[in-house]
Each structure stands twice: as structure tokens, then as C-alpha cells.
């Protein structure tokens, strides 16, 4: 008798699961010392002590662009060292390069909402580490929403959402990246449709 077990499928957004994505404040943003087109970040994500975060965003966003701002973090990524500086988490951005546009954008809470909001679409979601390689199983996507599609996909909404959002994207069904509630994940410009984001 064949081991039906190998071949049964993997239950929806399992990938996406696995993610710890919330909400964090910038509170501080400085130069790293030994590679230029880096910046450490300090964030706040509701923990006694904010988060050091090291990402390649310099040339895209100014200090003063960055500082206050707030932006969605994955909080479960292995730490990371960039150059002797250990890293805490990542910011989640789409980019359009690949596709022939020239944007990268960081990722935006749509409305206002603690820091620490946990951002899993209304799922359950693990505290377990991830690495990198987990990261390119999952498909988040950037695109505006139009009568109800995303990329062609039929997707909920909720209440005056932004006609731009990310979704999670999973065996072609896509659910709105945010917290289940009102706040969902946009950007603040113009992005082609269909922008990878992580």
C-alpha cells in the first residue's frame, strides 16, 4: 500500500505560518561604522528593550525618513551579523526591479496600531526561528486592488482598506497581509503590480 501521507498537501499559508511579522516604531537610526550603504536601526516592537536591526535601505530612505517611522518587522528571523553588528529581525519592502520599475518601498501599517501588533492575517501564527531559506517559500505580493481581484485572485478586504496592499499568495488563493482586524500592509508610492515583498 502506497504511504499516502507523502503525497497529502501541505495545509493553506503553512509557509506563511511559520512567520512572526509585527508592527515596530524606528526610534533610532544610525550609519554603520564599516559598510556604507547599511544603517542599524533600534525598533521598537512592545519588548522591554528595542530591537537592533541592520538593512541595506540607505539609498533609498533618508535618516530622517526612517526615524519615527513605522514599519512591519519579521521577528523571528534568525539573528543575523552584517559586519560585526548582529541583527535582530528584518523589515519587510517591496521591490519592483526585477520587473524592469525602480521602486523599493518599506511596507506600511494602513492605520495606526501598537507597537508589537502581531501581523498574521488573522492565523496562527509560531515563535519559532526561521532562516533565510524559509523566506523563499513564502510569496508576498504587492498590488492595487480592483473589483474585488488581486493579480487576479479574489480577495477579502477589510473596511476602507487602501486600493494598494500586500498579500500572502498560496496555491492561488491570496489573503491580505495585516492583522485580521482593520490594519492591512500598504506603501506609501508608486510600486508596479505584482512586486515581490520580504
Known amino acids: 500500500m502506497e504511504n499516502d501521507t507523502a503525497d497529502q498537501k501541505q ?20 550609519d554603520h561604522p564599516d559598510a556604507e550603504r547599511l544603517y542599524i536601526l533600534k ?7 528595542p530591537r537592533i536591526v541592520v538593512t541595506n535601505i540607505k539609498s533609498f530612505y533618508a535618516p530622517e525618513k526612517m526615524l519615527g517611522r513605522k514599519l512591519l518587522i519579521i521577528a523571528n528571523l534568525k539573528p543575523a551579523n552584517f559586519r560585526g553588528v548582529k541583527s535582530f529581525g528584518m523589515l519587510m519592502a517591496a521591490e519592483d526591479m526585477d520587473m524592469g520599475g525602480n521602486s523599493l518601498l518599506l511596507l506600511d501599517p494602513s492605520c495606526d ?10 492565523l496562527e501564527n509560531t515563535d519559532s526561528r526561521v532562516d533565510m ?5 513564502v510569496c508576498i505580493k504587492v498590488a492595487k486592488v480592483v473589483d474585488g481581484k488581486f493579480l487576479g485572485m479574489d480577495i477579502t478586504l477589510p473596511e476602507n482598506a487602501p486600493e494598494c496592499v500586500a498579500a500572502v499568495i498560496d496555491d492561488g488563493k491570496a489573503l491580505v497581509l495585516g492583522d485580521g482586524k482593520e ?14 515583498a520580504l
Open 11 to 30: 495545509e493553506p499559508f503553512a509557509a506563511f505560518k511559520k512567520l512572526n511579522l509585527c508592527i515596530g516604531t524606528v526610534v533610532s537610526v544610525e
Open 183 to 196: 490594519c492591512v500592509m500598504t506603501v506609501s508610492g508608486e510600486i508596479m503590480d505584482g512586486a515581490p
Open 133 to 137: 531559506k524559509h523566506l523563499e517559500k
Open 113 to 122: 496600531v501598537p507597537n508589537g501588533t502581531v501581523m498574521n492575517s488573522g
Open 43 to 49: 525598533v521598537d516592537i512592545g519588548e522591554e528593550e
